[in-house]
């Protein structure tokens, strides 16, 4: 039985950095075919989590949805619907960065390094350094976007680098179906880390792309996360409701 999308309110979250634009690039075809409505909320880098948590409490007031996103957007996004599970439809996890505390994520030092050359270099210089020693695609993509999020990026990054992920534990309360990717090159956000997070829901399953064809084609991103979740393990939740059932016993 696979994750039925068709009409579903489905609201997806930029990571730290990147935009709306992106975003949408990324999974509109995937979820058009899906028959999803696609909901890609801007961020608000002076109040970058909250934010997020608004936009989906405010996509929900309608009925249920399906929630997602890229790196914190798919932390905050498996937050949200780890509080709401009658609200949520499905999760959609695109490159999750770290699994509980941010302490030790190369993404969370990565965002620490960023705000630290923004703030003491400014705009273009660090820009100018992000280019140096990023890939050209990615290089093109976070300038465009860390200039529509300037000068209040450095703070949305050091709000990122604080932000506590689901523990496994939490992910094992999942609710509903979670499709996960992860680039199987990237350093930044570790494929480990997407392993943990399916090993640990109910319902979950992984698939994996590279950097090179996200770069060539943004959509293989979120046609990769939107076949993980219909292959999604429907009898993996009713086998995990009926143990944990019978330890209440």
Known sequence: MAVNLRGVTTVLLPGTGSDDNYIYRAFAGALREAGAVLVTPAPRPERLVEGYRDALDDAARAGAIAV????????????????????????????????GSPDTAPAAMAARHSAQLLREQGLDSATATMRASSPQWLADELARSWAGQWPALPDAMEEAT???APTCEALATLAVPMGVVAATDDPVHPIEV???????????????????????????????CVAALQACDFGALRRGERDRGHRNR
């Open 162 to 164: 604080r932000y506590v």
């Open 68 to 99: 997602g996103g890229v790196s914190i957007g798919a932390a905050v996004a498996t937050e949200w619907a780890l509080r709401h599970p009658g609200q949520t439809v499905a999760v959609l996890a695109a490159l999750p960065a770290w699994t």
């Open 194 to 224: 997407a392993r943990q997070w399916v090993a640990a829901a109910p319902r979950a399953a992984l698939r994996t792309v590279t950097l090179d064809a996200m770069g060539a084609d943004p959509a293989v991103l979120g046609a990769a």
